[in-house]
């Protein structure tokens, strides 16, 4: 079954869930193009899920999804969290910051209850998890309004594990994909694959709608995903640059930069691995650090330092997630992208 | 253009060389089946070599393409060879192996002027490089008699690299791919990508046709390829269950078998990265030692632990070459595959 007839929509392309970077507006402008527009709720308050369903729901009737991270909190480690202030003492003297003031932040919620019981009454069409899925007792919930669900696979393993947990379709999650890698199964990164290898496999082994995602940038892109037997696409780094975004004039700039053509996976940012360009951060410290935190912890000793070298106009200690194909990025509607994506017939 | 008319040959399918495993048989199979089948000399002495064309132009007419190295010998180093036999020291051990007996061999010869005088009455179709072009000189040779020349870009400044210098065509090679990688601008792994990412990109950035290698399994991978703009494909992993090679049975076992879903690049059988199927010693050791001796100077140390664990039926020690996608391997007929990856037109 294709996507467009599992979520009810013309094209069979899906906008990737970016948080941070965009908002309702890019999810409104790719649905109302006829693909499905995606909002990702990872950093957003509950109050600000709920102002941007509404917004949704104001703009366009079409269907479209919404995004949440499932990993489980991390308790809080003094030790390691110190290890780490240790590892960014240097930068923190540099922009004279008093690492005692900052606040050893919860970070990133996990979906949970509360957040469904804001949902419910939206009953959004789709909903989409990146780190596997709720447990058993809420994603039933979210099924139960009648909300398709999907989730990212990194591994064969991971994609039969989602068809037997519930999914209704899965994105099959090639290495060349900007963010956070999606595995939840294990964090051993030698698991994972390129899509061209990971996407056939996964087709082969599951029953389930496939949705490629890494590396898809254009219309080629996603003839070649069809053709390894995808059900359909999920792009993100080609809509990084499109004008409905919130993606600063800073990681604009090192998008359209030659400096696109040399990513990482970095933990620097998270505490988990995800694919961002490679800056002077991941340059001097590596981009995969033994001594950070647990996922989302990582984030708030790094934060100050991206806020006073972005007032200074540097990305040295910005995440700026993209992909391993940033040829696609343009400033231009999402629309316009969203409908060129489409290959001819 | 396409590499059937480059080539002259029928179909757009070349048969990735692979050395160790394969010999004229395999490429006089794929070559009289409408594919280009590739002999692998990296390991080969001159006289086999000669045998090898010998046999070649024996029983096919057809275009074939003969296969080199051509990266620089090291000199050698007596402390990194101390380290890395120290390093091996508990195997050797275990096996009963005197390692003061193993001779730290020169292991791959590159490409050279003896092996050019060698060619030159044979005038190949095609000849391509891996570990990038000869020197200026010797490249004129080759092409000075009429060959072709190939040689493999992991990275976009490599592809154009090799256009500037010569090239007749350039073989992306994404990092699904299995056996050595053929960086030769920068041994930095992390500037390479996978197939979706790299293939579009070179296609984008050079004239010369472009030929996709890296998780192509089947007629599907071979549409994919061709839609993100490949002149042609390059296929190893699935040919190396065919009935032609010289696979090991433990080899081929292993590429049958669930373990062929983890492969990582490993260094510790030559020196340089190369992706295998996960077994003991890259478990245990880690698949990139920062203590062997330069390629290929560190197979020496390895060689004599595969041949006591594969007499006692053993692939602990085996270089396990594989791509990330083994799906494709099968015990046929190299001729039916070459066919069964043509895409329905």
């Given at each position: 079954?294709r996507?467009?007839?599992l979520f009810?929509i013309?094209l069979?392309i ?11 507006a890019l999810?409104i402008?790719?649905?109302?193009a006829?693909?499905l527009g995606?909002?990702?709720c990872a950093m957003l ?7 941007e369903?509404?917004?949704i729901?104001a703009?366009t ?7 949440f991270f499932c990993h ?14 240790q590892?960014l ?7 004279g910051i ?8 919860p970070?990133?919620?996990p979906?949970n209850s509360a957040i469904?019981d804001?949902?419910?009454p939206?009953a959004?069409?789709?909903v ?11 994603l039933a919930?979210v099924k139960?309004?009648g909300?398709?669900?999907?989730s990212?696979?990194?591994t064969v393993d991971?994609?039969?594990w989602?068809?037997a947990?519930g ?5 099959a ?8 890698r ?6 051993d990164?030698?698991?994972q694959?390129?899509s061209?290898a990971l996407l056939p496999q996964i087709?082969?082994a599951?029953?389930l709608?496939v949705?490629?995602?890494?590396g898809?940038a254009?219309?080629?892109g996603?003839?070649?995903a069809?053709?390894l ?18 993606t600063?004039?800073?990681?604009r700039a090192?998008?359209l930069?030659?400096?696109a053509?040399?990513t990482a996976?970095t933990n620097?940012f ?6 961002g360009?490679?800056?002077?951060v ?6 995969m650090?033994t ?6 912890l990582?984030?708030a000793a790094?934060a100050?330092?991206?806020v006073?070298a972005?007032?200074?106009g540097?990305s040295?200690?910005?995440p700026?997630?993209?992909?391993q194909?940033?040829s696609?990025?343009r ?13 001819a017939?």
């Amino acid at each position: 079954m294709r996507i467009t007839e599992l979520f009810g929509i013309e094209l069979p392309i899906i906008q990737a869930p970016m948080a941070g970077v965009q908002g309702s507006a890019l999810a409104i402008a790719v649905s109302q193009a006829g693909g499905l527009g995606s909002l990702p709720c990872a950093m957003l308050a509950p109050e600000a899920i709920r102002a941007e369903l509404l917004a949704i729901r104001a703009k366009t009737d079409r269907p479209f999804n919404i995004n949440f991270f499932c990993h489980t909190s991390p308790p809080a480690d003094a030790a390691r969290e110190a290890a780490w202030r240790q590892a960014l003492a240097p930068y923190h003297a540099e922009f004279g910051i008093d690492a005692a003031s900052i606040p050893a932040g919860p970070g990133r919620q996990p979906f949970n209850s509360a957040i469904a019981d804001l949902l419910q009454p939206f009953a959004p069409p789709v909903v989409s998890f990146h780190f596997g899925l709720p447990e058993a007792a809420l994603l039933a919930r979210v099924k139960g309004w009648g909300s398709k669900v999907m989730s990212t696979a990194t591994t064969v393993d991971e994609a039969r594990w989602l068809q037997a947990h519930g999914a209704d379709a899965i994105i099959a999650q090639g290495l060349e994909a900007g963010g956070h890698r999606g595995h939840f199964l294990s964090d051993d990164l030698s698991l994972q694959s390129g899509s061209f290898a990971l996407l056939p496999q996964i087709v082969a082994a599951t029953a389930l709608p496939v949705i490629a995602a890494g590396g898809i940038a254009d219309a080629q892109g996603v003839a070649a995903a069809l053709a390894l037997g995808a059900a359909g696409v999920q792009v993100g780094t080609a809509y990084l640059c499109c004008i409905e975004t919130g993606t600063s004039a800073l990681h604009r700039a090192a998008l359209l930069s030659p400096a696109a053509g040399h990513t990482a996976l970095t933990n620097l940012f998270t505490g988990r691995p995800a694919r961002g360009i490679v800056n002077r951060v991941l340059r001097e410290l590596g981009p995969m650090s033994t001594q950070t935190p647990a996922f989302p912890l990582a984030g708030a000793a790094m934060a100050p330092l991206r806020v006073r070298a972005e007032a200074a106009g540097s990305s040295d200690f910005s995440p700026l997630w993209a992909g391993q194909n940033t040829s696609g990025c343009r400033a231009v509607p999402a629309a316009t992208l969203t409908r060129e994506l489409m290959p001819a017939r």
